[in-house]
């Protein structure tokens, strides 16, 4: 059966999953939802640790997908994506860290991203569609990861925009220099400047009836809705373990579509507990939780850049889900804040300790976890990014070299070229007019 999208404005019309993913967002600025979450069987989380992660994912996908997806293309996106494992790694009893960054590009945001582009290909040629263009802005990882997923695929070409001199200068690199079907578009200005240009161009009569325009930001249901399928993965790692009571799950947070890919998850039956949405001093969730007050603002920038975001854009998506039900939310979620001398500490502290290395964004989720962590409860926080990505913090932190990741350093090889804009919405559409 085909799944049906409404948006959370709900002053557009319900879609298909191919116009949900096409448009991105929908006409009434509303995020994408599906209307219903299905809840796998019993059966499935009985036999979850039997199944390699692609099974796992592949039965996901299809409670999801299933109906608007052949079976086989499906399956393939599904493998095709995870072409990488997310391994679980013991830091001390209870503190579990999931390493989501051994995808291509070295952050969590390579399975989103790989799905979407394989998705959106697939709709693009079934549907003998003009070229599509994708518009994405990014704090760091969304960029790499979305423009190495969607690189050199057919009938594609991609926009990244990105706050000049914002990025960590190896996240740079790992979208500037790839040419071919892949723009990127240096923005002088903040993320939140980038991301209010995108959703200024799905707004723009003349440029959405000359150009096929769609997101690649967590907002895209293609994108933030395969983040699930770790979550499964986690809990099939600890069932190996022989640990599955009271787990709770901690996601260093940006735009929350993470995390609500693992409010997904739990709908979908699978038992965690509850989550912890750990912030960087870019604290708005935070702050919800604590006064029931959503107060978005400009973002700041600190050393966790790619959880620099001052209006969460999925947040939406959790008033939604859980229908503004303030108390239930709070319930399920608990916030942590981490600022900058914290994450310092907590890099240094935890690699004394342990020998683990934590990226600056992990740093914010273990040091959520370890303040959180209630008796009896055993914690995974997701590591979103290789150290190695934040090279001078880290080395900055524990005083040696990083060695460097051999896919890393490939990118550092390339050439960069990019288009330079003020941060102003005339200037962008002149530029995407002329490439478009
Ligand atoms: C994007 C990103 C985050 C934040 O994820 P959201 O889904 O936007 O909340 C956290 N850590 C890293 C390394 C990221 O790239």
Not at 383 to 404: D, Q, S
Request: hydrophobic share 40%; glycine share 8%; charged share 25%.
């Amino acid at each position: 059966m085909c799944m049906k999208y409404y948006s959370t404005n709900r002053k557009s019309p319900e879609v298909g999953l191919k116009d949900a993913v096409i448009k991105g967002l929908a006409p009434d600025r509303g995020l994408y939802m599906p209307e219903k979450i299905p809840v796998l069987p019993l059966s499935f989380y009985d036999k979850i640790s039997d199944f390699s992660f692609q099974e796992t994912a592949f039965r996901v996908a299809e409670a999801f997908f299933g109906g608007d997806v052949d079976n086989d293309i499906l399956k393939s996106t599904v493998y095709d994506t995870l072409c990488f494992d997310t391994p679980l790694v013991g830091l001390g009893e209870r503190i579990f860290s999931l390493e989501l960054f051994h995808g291509p590009t070295l952050a969590f945001k390579d399975v989103g991203a790989r799905f979407m582009a394989r998705l959106l290909a697939y709709f693009v040629k079934k549907e003998g569609l003009e070229r599509v263009n994708v518009l994405v802005a990014t704090s760091g990882d969304t960029g790499s990861a979305v423009a190495n997923g969607f690189l050199g695929v057919e009938g594609i070409h991609v926009f990244v925009l990105y706050p000049k001199g914002k990025v960590s200068p190896i996240q740079e690199c790992q979208f500037t220099t790839l040419g071919q079907n892949i723009t990127a578009v240096e923005v002088e200005g903040t993320f939140d400047d980038c991301q209010a240009l995108v959703k200024s161009a799905f707004l723009d009569g003349e440029l959405n009836a000359k150009m096929n325009l769609t997101s690649a930001n967590s907002i895209n249901v293609a994108r933030f809705l395969p983040q699930s399928f770790y979550y499964f993965n986690a809990y099939a790692q600890l069932v190996r373990q022989g640990i599955h009571d009271n787990i709770v799950i901690c996601v260093p947070s940006g735009n929350f579509g993470n995390l609500t890919a693992g409010l997904f998850a739990r709908g979908m039956g699978l038992p965690v507990k509850r989550f912890i949405a750990a912030n960087n001093r870019n604290d708005v969730f935070y702050e919800y939780l604590k006064t029931g007050q959503y107060r978005p603002r400009a973002s700041v920038q600190t050393l966790a850049n790619a959880m620099d975001v001052g209006a969460p854009s999925n947040f939406t998506r959790i008033i939604d889900l859980y229908k503004d039900d303030y108390e239930k939310i709070k319930s399920l979620i608990s916030g942590w804040r981490t600022d900058d001398d914290k994450i310092r500490q907590t890099v240094a502290e935890c690699f004394r300790k342990t020998g683990y290395l934590l990226d600056p964004h992990g740093a914010c989720g273990y040091d959520a976890l370890q303040n959180l962590l209630r008796d009896g409860e055993t914690g995974v926080f997701l590591e979103t990014a290789h150290p190695a990505k934040f090279r001078e913090t880290i080395e900055g932190i524990i005083g040696k070299p990083l060695e460097i990741p051999q896919k890393l350093q490939e990118f550092m090889k390339g050439r960069k070229q990019t288009v330079e804009i003020p941060a102003d919405f005339a200037a962008l559409k002149v530029e995407l007019l002329k490439r478009g």
